[in-house]
């Protein structure tokens, strides 16, 4: 039942490449993260959202950029990528409502490999 | 700061039998949320069960429940008549409300893995 997509699933590119990782939701929310999850599985928050035009860097410092230019879409954006940035990144989004926090809808993951 | 400690890297069950991942937080606030998060081998995390601080009752989602102890600040997931499609990384989460003054954070363990053997 998933209303967050994550495109590509996989991706091997070469070192110095540009990418882009996609992140689309259909429930509205108005939250919406990104977040590194290492090897051992623990999940690192580097960016986020409160909604349009709002991004924020998150707890762990990382090279890569977000946008956030309509509701559904937060893409995470690589300019340079390298052997470093080897990870499984994860997208998720919530409702962000006064007194009522929701729990984070994760998408699949997008495992990259830099060569 | 808020914190979340999950102390088991990894347990194993055995089919059909219950078992018990801890979960362990610190927080000053007296109002928040806690969850419970599955992401099976490369597959999608999806929550499982979610706790509402000032609630009193532990939740309670078909096999899964969990056991909310606020003064110690504990919330370990009860998972009973175990099956093989439960074996998956557990995370642990805490929430706090929200505020316009702070910032919406989100503490995650760092993960129990649990095996279901056959």
């Known amino acids: 039942e998933a209303d967050i997509y994550q495109t590509p699933r996989y991706l091997v590119i070469g070192t110095g490449k540009k990418i882009t990782l996609e992140c689309s939701q259909t429930m509205g929310h108005d939250k919406m993260y990104w977040y590194q999850q290492d090897p051992g599985m623990e999940l690192h928050l580097i960016h986020y959202?409160?909604?349009?035009?709002?991004?924020e860097k998150g707890d762990l410092s990382s090279e890569s950029t977000v946008s956030r230019i309509r509701t559904e879409h937060f893409p995470l954006t690589l300019e340079s990528a390298r052997p470093s940035h080897t990870s499984q990144y994860l997208c998720a989004s919530s409702e962000y409502r006064t007194g009522n926090n929701s729990p984070l809808h994760f998408g699949n993951g997008t495992r990259l490999t830099v060569t | 700061a808020q914190t979340v400690t999950q102390s088991q890297p990894e347990m194993s069950v055995q089919e059909a039998e219950t078992v018990t991942l801890s979960c362990t937080y610190d927080t000053s606030e007296s109002d928040y949320y806690l969850f419970w998060y599955k992401q099976p081998p490369s597959r999608q995390m999806i929550l499982v069960i979610r706790?509402?601080?000032?609630?009193?009752q532990n939740a309670t989602e078909n096999r899964f429940s969990v056991n909310f102890q606020k003064a110690a600040k504990s919330f370990s997931l009860k998972i009973s008549d175990s099956q093989l499609g439960d074996a998956a990384m557990y995370f642990c989460?805490?929430?706090?409300?929200?505020?316009?003054?702070?910032?919406?954070?989100?503490?995650f363990g760092k993960g129990t893995r649990l095996h279901i053997l056959p």
């Open positions: 959202s409160y909604g349009v035009n709002s991004t």
């Open positions: 706790q509402e601080a000032y609630k009193q």
């Open positions: 989460a805490y929430r706090q409300t929200y505020s316009m003054n702070r910032d919406d954070k989100i503490i």
